[in-house]
């Protein structure tokens, strides 16, 4: 419901929504959005909103945490041949274009939000 729901609001806002971004059944991107120009894609996660916040998976593909940037790369890699979303995701990480996003309901508010996130790989969190 949620993913149905951001898909809908960035089809609304100029996005297209590529397929694609999944494998072995629901493993992979909850969405990937390219802005109608070209000028950004997103990859974007879609997360239940508590208290003000959201967890990621710290033991995502290839082991690192969901939305860093070598998971996106373990995923990219799982992905079919041929996925629009591979190509797409691939291109923009090449050009500087690639961003990544979390969008959720406030259960609180009842708000949809989408927060641009930078998630660095579990390998580079000091502690």
Known sequence: MTEQL???LAKQ???RVL???KYGGNN???HVWQAADGSV???VESKQIRNGTVQLNPNGAGGYTQMSREWIKQVVKSLPDGSPAKA???KANQNGKLKTAIAGVDRQTGK???LSVKVPSKTNIRR
């Open 112 to 114: 949809a939000v989408i």
């Open 6 to 8: 951001f898909d809908s």
């Open 88 to 90: 797409v995701v691939l």
């Open 28 to 30: 992979g991107f909850d």
């Open 41 to 43: 894609v997103l990859i």
């Open 19 to 21: 397929s694609g971004g």
């Open 13 to 15: 806002n100029g996005f």
